[in-house]
């Protein structure tokens, strides 16, 4: 912790801005004497040109250029001659005349093509780039015959003055010795053997093809009071830039390494080094930073360059200098501070009007009705559309706002679908706020109370159920107790026609009473789901046929005319062929007992895409006054009174057997027709 403290201290980030404003100051004096130094040999023009592996300044890119100024101008000389050969006309090629011309005729092009144009009528001529071009080659030979005749005498003139300044050169240099022969003429300041014994020597030598004659001869050599003058003066200057460099680079390290520190120990306290901490000055918002920024490095490079060149008082431009550095230092620190904390963007002019108007809007769009939201939507937008290029901003914004909303819709249409399918427990996830998560919100809400609500009939029922189940089982004893004694009795010598009488009408009573608590009990069993299905390969005709078989009896004891209608090929179905034909039972039972007496009754057997289809209808014997959506619920029967016999739980037992099996039992009634459906799932 101490260690710590001792990294955020104040007085190491003082000591890190002096050591700055120091270096600033050293590599400001650095400049200076380099400048001095260079003042010092200008004339030698040696500065710009140090070459630091260099031993003499024989070895430096200056003594080569200077070396090559001379020889340039003796090739000339050695090219042209004499200023005789150049007038002659002798070193103008006809090449170089034809380029000449070339250039004229580039140059004039475009006034020539002008002309043609201007003299030439409307189908005159047909266009042809080839014949185009020959016409302005004619054109342009017509109309500047003169200044191509007088493109020779120009190259002469060129190569004249080029020659006379060669001759100057060479004849004005005080630092070499010559000598050059050519086409019989001399121009020399010393002997040619004095020049090439010289330790600073050039010559160049041309021969006669295949001969031994000398066509021209020339040798320089530089002055070696000269040189050794300028080797002083090298030396001087390479060790001057040398001790510059190593001032000018601990400068810049220590420079740099108080820098590292400063941005190190930004935004830290030695008090408190968790965080970053902002000063007052923080609070300038970054982009007028940036620009003081600018103006305070522009400063700073300006003072550099006039204490250099000392063109003011030196005193006040070091000042100048000093507090443009370390203002520079500052500025740039509270911008690290504000990259730290991650507020270089957030605290900026344009981010703070922009998030106040984003937060108006979105303030007014949040508290507004639906109206108001897309009418501040399509006014914002429509502004924006105003301004040139203003869809690089707009569409983006809206592409984003429309995948926000399109991800919150499909968020509720998806917790909508598993509310649906009957998953209560989960919850609609929508961020933010607006219309979509108040919705979002009230389903939830409306979610959570059905699944409490289902949960609680579900536990009703589960309880009714085991009610029902453990009475029956509770009831069926003492109701076996009770039919055997009668049973007994029956078969007692008992002399009162009375007590018979009484026997039958108990037996009759006990024999009701246990068809209804074992209707009971399979409506409890078939209702939870605990009947075991055995699915097998049905065939629907043949179930239909053997049963009314068996119920041949039932049949022609009935006035009923039963009418089939079977298809010609087998429907298959998987389906537990015993519960089915239960099913069936229950429905021919019903029939037997509340049919019109003398009607028909119609057994159609069909398919569609998916299911096998039974349909049995018949004449209801009563008035049917009850709802189709109550037939099936329980105890409810056809006849009001309840005079028949029945539970009124047939219909209830069938339809909850049919959707054990994946089935379907629909009822349907029209005026005294009561139609009954079965839809079998098919194999396959």
């Not at 060669?166 to 004005?172: F, G, L, M, N, R």
Request: hydrophobic share 45%; proline share 2%; net charge negative.
């Amino acid at each position: 912790m101490d260690t710590k403290l001792k990294r955020y201290s104040i007085l190491l980030k003082v000591t890190a801005f002096i050591l700055i404003a120091a270096a600033s100051l050293c590599m400001m004096l650095t400049l200076i004497s380099m400048n001095d130094a260079r003042r010092g040999f200008e004339d030698v023009e040696l500065w710009h040109l140090v070459d630091f592996n260099a031993e003499h300044y024989s070895e430096t890119t200056a003594y080569e250029l200077d070396r090559f100024r001379v020889q340039s101008a003796i090739d000339t000389i050695l090219r042209y001659q004499n200023e005789q050969n150049i007038l002659d006309g002798n070193t103008v090629s006809q090449a170089s005349i034809d380029e000449e011309v070339l250039y004229l005729f580039d140059s004039k092009q475009s006034l020539v093509a002008q002309r043609i144009f201007d003299t030439l009528e409307i189908g005159d001529f047909a266009y042809n780039e080839n014949s185009f071009y020959l016409m302005l080659w004619d054109r342009f030979q017509e109309d500047y015959k003169a200044e191509i005749a007088n493109v020779k005498n120009v190259l002469i003139q060129n190569q004249l003055s080029e020659f006379r300044y060669a001759i100057y050169e060479i004849e004005h240099n005080p630092n070499i010795y010559y000598y050059i022969s050519v086409g019989g003429n001399v121009i020399s300041n010393k002997d040619y053997q004095s020049i090439v014994n010289s330790d600073y020597s050039y010559e160049k030598t041309e021969y006669e093809s295949d001969r031994e004659t000398i066509l021209s001869q020339s040798a320089f050599a530089f002055d070696e009071k000269h040189i050794t003058a300028m080797n002083a003066a090298f030396l001087i200057v390479k060790h001057n830039a040398t001790v510059a460099i190593i001032q000018g680079s601990v400068c810049v390290v220590v420079l740099l390494l108080s820098m590292a520190y400063l941005i190190f120990a930004a935004g830290k306290k030695a008090t408190s080094p968790q965080g970053v901490h902002h000063v007052f000055i923080d609070r300038i918002y970054n982009e007028i930073t940036a620009v003081l920024l600018l103006l305070s490095g522009f400063a700073a490079v300006v003072c550099g360059a006039v204490i250099v060149e000392k063109q003011f008082d030196i005193i006040f431009m070091f000042v100048l200098l000093v507090s443009s550095v370390l203002l520079a230092v500052a500025l740039i620190l509270m911008l690290i501070r504000h990259m730290k904390s991650r507020t270089l963007l957030k605290h900026t002019v344009i981010f703070t009007v922009f998030h106040f108007i984003c937060k108006a809007i979105k303030k007014v769009y949040d508290a507004g009705p639906p109206m108001i939201k897309a009418f501040v939507l399509v006014a914002v937008l429509g502004l924006f559309t105003t301004i040139p290029f203003a869809f690089l901003i707009t569409l983006p914004l809206a592409l984003v706002f429309t995948s926000k909303q399109i991800t919150k819709f499909v968020a509720v249409k998806n917790g909508v679908k598993k509310i649906k399918s009957g998953i209560y427990s989960q919850k609609i996830e929508v961020k933010g706020s607006g219309e979509i998560a108040a919705l979002a919100e009230d389903i939830n809400d409306i979610s959570a109370g059905l699944g409490t609500e289902v949960e609680r009939r579900l536990k009703s029922e589960r309880l009714k159920t085991e009610l029902i189940v453990n009475v029956s089982h509770d009831i069926k004893t003492p109701l076996t107790s009770v039919i055997t004694y009668v049973d007994l009795l029956k078969n007692e010598s008992i002399d009162n026609e009375n007590a018979r009488k009484y026997i039958e009408v108990i037996a009759g009573k006990s024999d009701r009473l246990r068809i209804l608590i074992d209707d009971l009990f399979d409506a409890s069993k078939a209702a939870s789901g605990s009947i075991p299905v055995n699915y097998e390969e049905v065939d629907i005709g043949s179930l239909i046929t053997q049963g009314l078989g068996e119920l041949d009896d039932k049949i022609k004891a009935s006035s009923l005319d039963f009418k089939i209608s079977l298809p010609q090929e087998k429907v298959i179905t998987c389906a537990d062929g015993r519960l089915t034909w239960r099913v069936l039972d229950n429905l021919f039972s019903n029939v037997f007992k509340y049919s019109l007496a003398n009607s028909r009754v119609y057994i159609d057997v069909f398919e569609d895409e998916r299911n096998a289809c039974i349909e049995i209808k018949n004449i209801s014997r009563e008035e049917l006054n009850i709802p189709e959506d109550e037939i099936m619920e329980r105890f409810k029967r056809g006849d009001e009174s309840r005079n028949s016999e029945g539970s009124g739980l047939g219909l209830d037992i069938a339809k909850s057997l049919m959707l054990c099996q994946n089935g379907e039992l629909t009822i349907k009634i029209d005026g005294d027709l009561f139609k009954a459906k079965l839809k079998i799932p098919k194999i396959g």
